[in-house]
């Protein structure tokens, strides 16, 4: 069986020799390859601040909001059950007098 991570390994590395091949083969001069080349590693470096802002942090806003729900809901069922337990307690002490 193959690890769970094997295809994003291979598509990440796929992705980064594509990036130099695609860089190493263009009709550049030395100079300005190297420049482009130097350019794509920057944003490479800024791409995890990308990510983290545009994917990360609303995902976990999300989450915080989903959880603040949950535990209002659980706040409302306890309180229904407290309610239906003194309710069937009343009718316990009623109906065993």
Do not use: H, Q, W, Y
């Not at 091949?21 to 263009?26: I, K, N, P, Q």
């Amino acid at each position: 069986m193959a690890k769970k991570g094997s295809f994003f390994d291979g598509l990440f590395f796929g992705g980064i020799i594509g990036s130099v091949c695609g860089v190493l083969f263009t009709p550049l001069t030395g100079k300005e390859a190297r420049e482009k080349f130097a350019n794509k590693l920057t944003d490479l470096k800024n791409k995890p601040a990308e990510i983290k802002s545009e994917i990360i942090d609303p995902a976990l806003d999300a989450i915080e909001k989903g959880i603040s729900k949950i535990d209002i809901a659980l706040e409302e069922a306890r309180a229904a059950m407290d309610e239906k337990r003194k309710e069937l307690e009343k009718e316990e002490n009623l109906s065993g007098n």
